[in-house]
């Protein structure tokens, strides 16, 4: 398949970046195609704010040259820990492109090659990076970031600022539970909560295959009151607002997860969901690699359930 104009432009700026530029990023102004963009689309994993009605009203200033403003805004890419480039600014504007057909006209656009979205406090829009961003610039789901964020709070305590490294240090103990479950973050947006998903992921090097079981039945099932995916399920519909008040809660909700896990693991039901001290040890203990990576201690549980007592029964 032949490459598009972009692609091959991409694809140099990375040689230079890697060769005489010494890491600097590449930026020039591009006579900006369908082809490209539809090219573009594909070093992404999701954009943070998709914006229907926005795309819109660009594909229709893209149609001439009588009604695209060249404002400098920028298409850009960052370059992951692999070296691949990975859109991370630009998305509506390479959705218009491609709505746009055979008008004879490119609009001009500026685009960045290597830029580090990680560097900047906020963006053009003057939003603040999330999470989600992090996880997108470094080739992960963008839902990735969220479950990054529920996770570490439940298993080192209250993290600041969710960036790259903790995505990345996360993914390096468990690529794969953390990559399927932000998959299915963004397939099932119906009870996705990233508290529930983060004890998911907590669970997931207990037992991979069957945490990834209980995940997709999760999303995919009903069952009984007593089964521990129902239990989950039910306790996700009345309390999930719960876990927006105060992190206290959200970690709750996160080690309440987890625990609804290892019944699935010993086979055991159970009517009332609990938070399950012993089991919780056992899982986080399975993360140690996570201390030499963030430098950092993992969460005794049995320590967090003695300093949230009060809370503790009040949810019981």
């Known amino acids: 398949m032949m490459k ?30 369908s082809e490209s963009a539809a090219w573009a689309l594909t070093t992404t994993l999701g954009n943070r704010d998709p914006r229907a009605n926005h795309v819109d009203r660009l594909r229709v200033a893209m149609g001439s040259d009588e009604t695209w403003n060249f404002d400098g805004d920028a298409i850009s890419f960052a370059i992951d820990d692999h070296g691949n480039p990975r859109l991370f600014e630009g998305h509506h504007r390479c959705e218009a492109r491609v709505l746009v057909k055979n008008s004879g006209f490119d609009p001009l656009v500026t685009v960045t090659v290597g830029s580090r979205p990680r560097a900047q406090d906020t963006r053009g829009d003057k939003q603040k990076w999330t999470p989600r961003d992090h996880a997108t610039a470094s ?36 690529p794969d539970g953390l990559r399927i479950l932000g998959e299915l973050a963004l397939t099932n947006s119906r009870l996705s909560n990233s508290n529930i998903l983060g004890g998911m992921l907590l669970a997931w090097p207990s037992d991979p295959s069957k945490v990834e079981k209980f995940a997709e039945m999760y999303f995919a099932e009903q069952f009984g009151k007593e089964h521990p995916v129902g239990v989950l399920r039910q306790w996700a519909r009345d309390h999930a607002k719960d876990a927006g008040r105060a992190n206290a809660e959200r970690t709750r909700l996160t080690y309440r997860a987890a625990s609804a896990v290892g019944l699935f693991l010993r086979d055991e039901t159970r009517a009332k969901l609990k938070v399950d001290g012993k089991t919780l040890t056992k899982m986080i203990g399975r993360w140690s690699g996570l201390e030499s990576i963030l430098n950092t201690r993992l969460v005794q549980p049995a320590d967090w359930i003695r300093d949230h007592p009060a809370k503790q029964q009040a949810a019981e």
């Open 4 to 33: 598009s104009k972009l692609q091959v432009f991409v694809e140099s700026a990375l040689v230079d970046i890697r060769g005489p530029r010494k890491g600097r990023p590449v930026a020039d102004v591009f006579d900006f195609d």
């Open 139 to 174: 080739g992960w789901p963008s839902r990735c970031g969220d479950i990054t964020s529920a996770f570490l709070r439940a298993a080192v305590g209250y993290v600041r600022s969710i960036e790259h490294t903790h995505v990345n240090a996360v993914g390096a103990v468990c």
